[in-house]
């Protein structure tokens, strides 16, 4: 981030992915619990947490 953007700027700019929930009792992001089987788009870190470190979804492929 420039020292010339806002924060509202850079979260315009920050890349998201679709992740999908495959546990049981859901997942809570971003104070909100989601479902089993819901699709959520997520930013690239928390995808990676997501998905590799708490194993609690799945990355969505394509669009």
Known sequence: MSTTETPAEAGKQAKTVLVKITRKEGHRHA?????????????????????????????????
Request: charged share 30%; no cysteine.
């Open 31 to 63: 104070g909100q619990l989601h479902a089993l089987d819901a699709v959520i788009p997520v930013s690239v870190r928390d995808a990676e947490i997501i998905v590799d470190r708490l194993k609690v979804g799945e990355r969505v492929k394509g669009n």
